[in-house]
Each structure stands twice: as structure tokens, then as C-alpha cells.
């Protein structure tokens, strides 16, 4: 107060309606990363894009939570490396990764991490501060007070002001540690990035049908709030629970962004769709389950390692032993078939030693060479320049000798063995859970997995796919065996993968929240997006194809009426219609027109994608149909479709009951031709192309003769042929 009594004059501050989002620029640590050549600059801006989406750090406490969408093995790892760096550039004080579920996973991902930036090959100048699986008995929360407090040292030199790391296993106990630790440290204005690898897994609530939360899941809820001001970044291939659990929950994303693979990575359509030569059945009869023992090794696991071997030596020919050549056999997530494949697998490589080792014109040797000659022929097929098969069988021994046959699991108290990969430059690897998510397997070329689809979740089914990643140097040599039904399986994924990666890159672009996105996509029916047991909101299947899909309610908002007859008159003035050729002899009735093989995509991009729907209902169908035709016109540019104005334009009245058209179509008619009842009109619903998408357009009067509820509605019919059907996954939450 002045001494008179009047309160000090108030400076406020205005603010602009919509104030500018933070930009995070690359600084020192972002620059130091030894990242891809070519590829830098990409890999830089998503993890600008990226962080942009998260809190500011000099922002009031608040919390974010999003979803880095990449391909199976396609460099997530990288990206989140990337973020993290860019985070420290930009005033992040603390970044807290959660680095995998098993030990293998988790020690990968820590292992690079300190590799990518540094941590223990430069000097103690490092602007890091590394504390990995943090404990109070470790005095770790010391360690992180006595770090953070740095920052708020008016004297300390930039390079004092350390960011803290910390990297942790995605385990209930673990979390609860770091919990302990961070609870003795005042983080109320520290930005802190929290970056959970494979975010789909293990930490969603497993219990949320029960009306209980599961033990993971609320230590992350317990984590996130500790955390004042944070943003939680799910990192995963496989985004189908994080999408489809309840908009409500805290660990529901609010933003997405998709990562952009390199130049050399290979995916599921390089191998399902572009490439199928490369893939080989094994027969039902020849994969372990509970009702088929085997008691001798499959012959498609023999065929599988003679190739393996053919490629190893292919590799000492042509100079690769600086890298890796491994093969994966992954039978089962249960540890007594690892043991069993590991044995066929160890007394084959013995068996062919002892073969090998036998004078050239020994029946044994010259039938083994022959079986290897085979896999050299299969090799060839696909392998430009692969040396001569002799060459080869001088490197036979040597490849077999010196490859590497190691079970990863875990069994009785013995903990999973962590791979040295230094140490060998060919490896056979047996195993299950270890091997699965995030775990990369160095230069795989072959993989053996005799395992059957299960309960079929899409998710699971993809994170097996290890034989994923940048291997197109040496895609020739790769060969992958799978079940009929799990190539069934991933073939139909690569659809519904690019369909979800395409919507929701689309979607980013409008800076909405992830909660206005329409949870529809497609999916085949013999997969099931994710695990049941975290997903509350029901979700519904639908399948187009061989039907017309059209709305029911055209006329429910008069500016999208005023909008659609506009776009009417756009499209009819630029795409003169035509006379119909078919089938119509009726009296004084109005004829259809026709435009025939007009491009689909001016179609597409002229008229379906700009037609207005209001209505719920309306919109599901017709937004399944237009993603629909996206689709079909990445597989097929140059396709044509067929469009009929029906009755030249004039507008046809229709009963309207129960808040819907009655009957769209009318039936056929018959006349007396020639002196016989015959048909004079086929009906409406056969107006249409005997081949490709067929789209009528025209005009409706809805309601009874004397109460017309609406008239000169324009309308549209879509004509969906069997051939181009899908499986549509639907869950009524956002959109």
C-alpha cells in the first residue's frame, strides 16, 4: 500500500489469443550424435516434431503424455535417443527412460544409450549424469538432488548444470525404487521427459475390466505423479492398446507422431507383399503344440539352418566378418521347447562336422553337400553376385564350427545370458520371450519360428517380427519360415499397419488432440488388435465390399446441404455426363447419365472426400468407404471408376421413417415386350459397372407425397465390389 491508502499500479501483461508453441533447436548434445549418414536431418526434426508436442520447460507444472509411432526395428531406439539429447539442448533437467521388460531388452537399450551419447568415453566435463536402476540404499536420491540443485546456482557454469538420466527396467519393483528415490527430491519446477519403450506393454492397466488397476500400471501412475512438470512419451511399433484404451485414462495419449524409416530399412511388405519368394511354409504337422509332440527335428528347421550356414560363408567369402550373421529359432514363449529345438539344432551342427570332415567320395559327405547345394541354389535365386558354390563349400566348416548356438532364457535361478556380440561373428539363437519385443537379433537372415497365430492379438503377432530392419544390402540372403497361418497373419497386418500410420500422420498435421481422432481402422477378422483385458470401450466389426454404402441422414445440417449442392454442380459442370447403355424401356421416366472410367483419383479427390456427412452413423460409413479407396489407389494409381446422375439430375422422392431413408433404391420393373412380360428396368441397385467402384449421384425428396421433410437433397451411393472388401475395426470413443 502507498501512504495514501491506494493499492501500487499492476503491470499485466496481455497475452495473445493463440500464443506461439515452443521450438526446440538442436544445441551440443544433439549435434554430437553419430547418426545415420543421410538420414540426420530426418531423424533430427521428428525428435523436433516430437518435443514440440511435449511441455515446455519453462512452462507452469503440467503434464503431457504422447505416442512415437515407428515400424518393427526400424531405429526407435535412435529417435528416442535423439529426444533426449534434443531435451538436454533445451532445458530438460531430468530424462527418466524405461527401457524394456526383460533384462536383455533392458540392458540393450541402456547399453546404447550410453554409446549414442557418450557417456563413458568422454571426459567428466559430460553434461549427463547417468544413474541406472536408482535405489535409496544406493544414496541415488543424493546423487540427483545434489545434481538438479546445480541448475538453480546463479554462479554455476553452463557445463555444471548437469542433466540427470536415468534409465530403468518397466517392473513394478524397479519403478517403485525410482518412485522412493524421486520422492526425496524436490522436483516441482524441473522438466523432466519420461520415455517409456514398447509403451503398449506391461505398463497398461491389465485389471480395468475388473474395476482395479494393475500393479504396473499404478506404479507409472505413481511415477508420472511425482513428476510435476513431465511429458510421457510411449514409444512403440504396435499402438493399438495405447489407442484403444479408455480416453479417460491417464496413460491414454493426447498427441501422435510417426517415425519415418531409413533408406535400407525392410518391413512386413517387403517381405509378405513385395517379396513373398522369400518366405517359406512350415507345415502344420511340423510345429510343436500340445496335442503335436515332436519327437524329431523338422525337416524345414534342417532346410533352415543349411541355408543359414550357405549365408555364413557367404559372408567370410565376401568380407562381412566384421558385422554379424545370426539365426533366430523362436518355437515357443515356454522354455522346454527352447531346450529341446537347442538340442536338434547343436547335434545337426555336430553331425555335419563329422560329415564334413570325411574324404570327398563318402556317400555321407556327398549326399550333405547336396542338401547344401540345394539351400546355395535357393540363396542364389535371390542373391545377385553370390560367389561360386565351391567357394562356398570351402567355407563350410568354418562356418559351421565357429557359429555361435546359444539358448536366451531364463530357467530355474540361471538369468537370461546377455549376448556378446564381439564375440562371434555367427550365432544361432533359441528362445521365446527374450527375443521378443525390441530385441534386435545383429544381421538376422534366418528365421525359424514354428509357432501358431495363438488368440491371434495383431500386436504380439507383429512384435515377433525380429527379421525386420535394415538388412536391404543383404535382403537376398534372408529367408524367413512361418505357418500358413501367421503369413496369413502379417500379410494382413501390413494393411492395417499403413492404414493406422497414414491416418494418424494425417491427423497430426491438424494439432488436434488425439482424443478427436475416430478409433477406425481396418483390420483382417482373423487378428485381434491387442490384448482384451486392458480395453474397456468396446469395439465393433464391420466389413465392406459387393454392397452400396450411402448416408441416411443427407439432409441433417442445412449448410452442409447448401455445401454438397454446390459441389454437385461443381463436379457436373466440370465432368460432362453421358447416355447410359443400359437396360431401360420404361414410359415417361427420367433416364440415368453415366461418366465411364473416369479416374478414380479425380473422383476421389473432386467429389467423395469433399461430399459433407453430419451424422455419426453417416460418417463412420462413409469415412470406412473413403479410406477404403485411399487404399485401393496406393496399390492401384491409375484405377477408374464409373459414375451414374441418376433420373438426369431430377430429384426423386424417397420415404423418410424412423430417422432414415426406407428404400434409397427402386426395384425392378417389367413391361410387356414383344407381346411377353419382361424386365423394362433392372432396378437401382443394379445401375452400376460390372467391374471397379460405381458412385450415384443424385437428388432426393424425403418424406410422404403431402410432407416432404426435406427436398433436392443431393446424395451419394457408393458401390464398394467384393474385391476390394475389408474388415473395418470400429470403437465408438473419439472422432
Not at 500422420?505 to 488388435?529: K, M
Amino acid at each position: 500500500m502507498s501512504t495514501d491508502g491506494t493499492p501500487p499500479p499492476v503491470t499485466v501483461d496481455i497475452l495473445p489469443d493463440n500464443p506461439p508453441p515452443w521450438d526446440p533447436q538442436p544445441g551440443p548434445e544433439t549435434n554430437l550424435l553419430d547418426l545415420p549418414t543421410g538420414a540426420r536431418d530426418q531423424i533430427v526434426e521428428e525428435a523436433r516434431r516430437i518435443l514440440r508436442r511435449c511441455v515446455a520447460p519453462n512452462g507452469p507444472p503440467q503434464s503431457q503424455t504422447g505416442l512415437a509411432m515407428g515400424y518393427v526395428q526400424s531405429g526407435k531406439t535412435t529417435s528416442f535417443t535423439t529426444v533426449t539429447a534434443l531435451a538436454r539442448d533445451n532445458g530438460y533437467r531430468l530424462v527418466i527412460v524405461i527401457a524394456g521388460t526383460t533384462e536383455p531388452l533392458f540392458f540393450q537399450n541402456r547399453d546404447r544409450i550410453i554409446d549414442a551419447l557418450r557417456l563413458e568415453s568422454r571426459p567428466r566435463s559430460t553434461p549427463w549424469r547417468h544413474i541406472s536402476q536408482p535405489k535409496i540404499r544406493d544414496n541415488a536420491h543424493i546423487a540427483i538432488r545434489d545434481t538438479l540443485a546445480q541448475w538453480d546456482v546463479p554462479t554455476a557454469m553452463p557445463e555444471e548444470r548437469r542433466t540427470v538420466l536415468i534409465t530403468v527396467m518397466k517392473h513394478h519393483q524397479h519403478l517403485q525404487n525410482l518412485i522412493d528415490v524421486l520422492q526425496q527430491a524436490n522436483l516441482h519446477s524441473v522438466p523432466t521427459l519420461l520415455i517409456d519403450d514398447e509403451g503398449d506393454q506391461a505398463g497398461l492397466n491389465t485389471l480395468v475390466n475388473q474395476g482395479d488397476e494393475s500393479t504396473t500400471y499404478r506404479r507409472l501412475l505413481d511415477l508420472k505423479a511425482s513428476l510435476p512438470l513431465h511429458s510421457y512419451l510411449q514409444y512403440t511399433a504396435t499402438p493399438q492398446a495405447p489407442l484403444l484404451i479408455n480416453l479417460v485414462d491417464v496413460l491414454s495419449p493426447t498427441f501422435a507422431e510417426i517415425l519415418t524409416p531409413g533408406a535400407g530399412y525392410v518391413g512386413g511388405a517387403d517381405f509378405f507383399l513385395r517379396n513373398p519368394i522369400l518366405i517359406r511354409d512350415i507345415p502344420a504337422a511340423q510345429i510343436p503344440t500340445n496335442r503335436n509332440v515332436l519327437n524329431a527335428p523338422p525337416s524345414t528347421l534342417i532346410q533352415a539352418m543349411q541355408l543359414f550356414y550357405v549365408g555364413v560363408a557367404v559372408g567370410y567369402i565376401t568380407g562381412q566378418p566384421e558385422q554379424n550373421c545370426s539365426m533366430m529359432v523362436h518355437p515357443s514363449q515356454r522354455t522346454d521347447p527352447h531346450r529341446q529345438f537347442h538340442g536338434w539344432v547343436t547335434t545337426a551342427r555336430n553331425q555335419w562336422l563329422q560329415i564334413i570332415d570325411l574324404p570327398d567320395d563318402d556317400p555321407d559327405k556327398v549326399d550333405l553337400l547336396s542338401r547344401f547345394r540345394t539351400a546355395y541354389d535357393d540363396l542364389a535365386a535371390t542373391t545377385a553376385g553370390i560367389p561360386p558354390f565351391d567357394q562356398v563349400v570351402a567355407q563350410l566348416r568354418r562356418s559351421i564350427s565357429l557359429t555361435e548356438i546359444t539358448e536366451l532364457n531364463t530357467r530355474g535361478n540361471r538369468r537370461t545370458p546377455q549376448i556378446n556380440w564381439g564375440q562371434s561373428y555367427s550365432w544361432i539363437l533359441v528362445g521365446g520371450q527374450a527375443m521378443d519385443r525390441g530385441f534386435t537379433v545383429e544381421g538376422l537372415t534366418v528365421s525359424y519360428m514354428p509357432r501358431t497365430l495363438g488368440v491371434g492379438n495383431a500386436d504380439t503377432v507383429q512384435q515377433r517380427a525380429r527379421f525386420f530392419g535394415y538388412k536391404r544390402a543383404y535382403l537376398g540372403l534372408c529367408r524367413i519360415f512361418v505357418g500358413p497361418d501367421v503369413r496369413r497373419a502379417f500379410c494382413g497386418y501390413v494393411e492395417h499397419e499403413e492404414d493406422v500410420r497414414t491416418e494418424l500422420a494425417q491427423f497430426a498435421t491438424t494439432g488436434r488432440p488425439l482424443s478427436e481422432w475416430r478409433r477406425e481402422f481396418f483390420l483382417s477378422r482373423q487378428l485381434r488388435p491387442t490384448r482384451d483385458n486392458v480395453i474397456d470401450v468396446a469395439y465393433q466389426r464391420m466389413r465392406f465390399g459387393d454392397e452400396w454404402v450411402y448416408p441416411n441422414g443427407p439432409h441433417d445440417s442445412a449448410e452442409a446441404v447448401t455445401a454438397n449442392t454446390a459441389l454437385f454442380a461443381q463436379f457436373r459442370g466440370a465432368h460432362p455426363f453421358g447416355p447410359y447403355a443400359g437396360l431401360d424401356l420404361r414410359q415417361n421416366s427420367r433416364r440415368n447419365l453415366v461418366i465411364e472410367d473416369i479416374p478414380l483419383q479425380t473422383v476421389h479427390e473432386e467429389l467423395l472426400t469433399r461430399y459433407r456427412v453430419t451424422r455419426l452413423e453417416d460418417s463412420q460409413q462413409i469415412g470406412a468407404m473413403l479410406r477404403l479407396v485411399q487404399l485401393h489407389l496406393i496399390e492401384n494409381p491409375t484405377a477408374t471408376c464409373t459414375v451414374f446422375l441418376m433420373a438426369e439430375g431430377a430429384s426423386r422422392r424417397r420415404d423418410y421413417q424412423d430417422d432414415q431413408i426406407v428404400q434409397l433404391f427402386q426395384g425392378r420393373q417389367y413391361a410387356q415386350i414383344n407381346g411377353a412380360r419382361g424386365i423394362s428396368y433392372p432396378g437401382e441397385r443394379e445401375v452400376r459397372a460390372a467391374a471397379g467402384i460405381t458412385i450415384q449421384m443424385g437428388y432426393l425428396d424425403l418424406g410422404q407425397p403431402n410432407a416432404l421433410v426435406a427436398q433436392s437433397i443431393p446424395h451419394l451411393a457408393v458401390w464398394v465390389p467384393s474385391a476390394m472388401a475389408r474388415d473395418t475395426l470400429l470403437q465408438p470413443q473419439g472422432g
